[in-house]
């Protein structure tokens, strides 16, 4: 695990961000942790956050003009993220979209600057892809090309129900439907990493092996 990754980790436990115990998920599976992006809700976590993300992107090698952020969590992370990556010397419009149309003033449903070029669509997570299947069809009606998506955490678990499961994570099914990367800040194995670390926090140790049997029935690499 990189160090970013370690970092980022770290910061969401601190942050009260990632918990542990027992969560229900919006596939219906009791998992044993849970990542809820809506509580870096401050501006000190969400500039960190924000930091994180920015970071990653440069880190990862695509090519870019600008972000999207679908309504909407995906609003603030993308605000966010276009200031760090200003503060990084890379300088770039976004835009994010309204989930109704407005009928007055400048009309329309997307806020911001105008959808063009290679766009990176920027959001917490990837549960049933639906999101990113609406902002794929708005910056392509655009004229714009979606290039990659940007998320926080990848549970790198199957999709579907449990009496369907499918053989690819939704983050590995949007990849390839698309044809373009997924790229995460931190994931699954990061997080396994850094329960069973060295000097790991004995309250996380204590579900390790929670963790490692989800992983073990719903993971997938």
Avoid: W
Avoid at 36 to 53: E, M, R, T, V, W
Avoid at 159 to 188: C, F, T, W
């Amino acid at each position: 695990m990189n160090n970013l990754r370690q970092q980022f980790i770290e910061f969401a436990v601190s942050a009260g961000v990632l918990r542990f115990g027992e969560f229900v998920t919006k596939a219906g599976r009791t998992s044993p942790y849970f990542f809820n992006a809506g509580l870096f809700n401050n501006g000190a976590n969400l500039g960190k956050l924000a930091d994180f993300y920015a970071q990653t992107l440069l880190d990862s090698g695509v090519e870019f003009d600008m972000l999207f952020g679908p309504a909407y969590k995906g609003i603030t992370l993308a605000s966010a993220t276009a200031v760090a990556l200003a503060a990084k010397g890379c300088n770039v419009p976004f835009a994010f979209n309204r989930k109704e149309a407005k009928d007055h003033g400048e009309g329309g449903t997307i806020v911001g600057a105008p959808l063009q070029g290679r766009v990176v669509i920027i959001d917490d997570v990837i549960s049933a892809g639906t999101s990113v299947r609406e902002s794929v069809e708005m910056i392509r009606a655009a004229g714009a090309t979606p290039c990659a998506v940007l998320i926080a955490l990848d549970r790198m678990e199957r999709a579907g129900k449990d009496d369907a499961l499918s053989a690819h994570s939704a983050v590995q099914e949007v990849s390839r439907l698309y044809n373009m990367p997924v790229v995460s800040i931190g994931n699954l194995a990061d997080l396994m990493e850094f329960i069973s670390g060295a000097g790991a926090n004995p309250q996380l140790a204590q579900y390790k092996d929670a963790i490692a049997a989800y992983r073990q029935r719903y993971g997938v690499e």
